[in-house]
């Protein structure tokens, strides 16, 4: 289970609110996953979340377009990794029901990617003023 906490915030709230919806999605997933008559609606599940997670990473590449980021080409290089990434997990948790992969990769994500790359993105929008911010 990966916990939520203000230590992964960025400080641009619309992407926030998307982190923590991402992974209380994935918690609920990984939850439901003990009961064997939840397989149907885990796939259902973990293709949302997959859907989910392809259209954040869509929005935050077009701020970074808009933006003019200069590490966009990084950026968004993680999240087509993500994205495969995470079909190979889908494709194990299909075969073999074991969401722990999975898990480990959402664990990873908020990790790695959210404290490095979207907090780098957000000092980038903090320091040229280019959207608003989250209020303290």
């Given amino acids: 289970m990966v916990v ?30 003990e009961l064997q008559q939840a397989r149907l609606y885990d796939d259902k599940m973990l293709n949302n979340l997959f859907i989910i997670f392809r ?13 003019k980021y200069p590490a966009i080409a990084q950026h968004s290089a993680e999240h087509e990794t993500m994205l495969t990434r995470f079909k190979i997990c889908m494709s194990d948790y ?12 959402i664990t990873e994500w908020a990790d790695i990617h959210i404290t490095k790359h979207d907090m780098s993105l957000a000092a980038f ?12």
């Fill in 94 to 105: 299909k075969a073999v029901q074991n969401i722990s992969p999975l898990m480990e990769l």
């Fill in 125 to 136: 929008i903090q320091q040229n003023k280019l959207v608003k911010q989250k209020k303290a």
């Fill in 55 to 67: 259209v954040h990473f869509q929005k935050e590449e077009y701020l970074m377009s808009r933006l």
């Fill in 4 to 33: 939520w906490s203000s230590f992964l915030e960025i400080g641009v709230a619309s992407i926030d609110i998307e982190h923590k919806h991402i992974i209380d999605f994935a918690n609920l997933i990984e939850q439901t996953s």
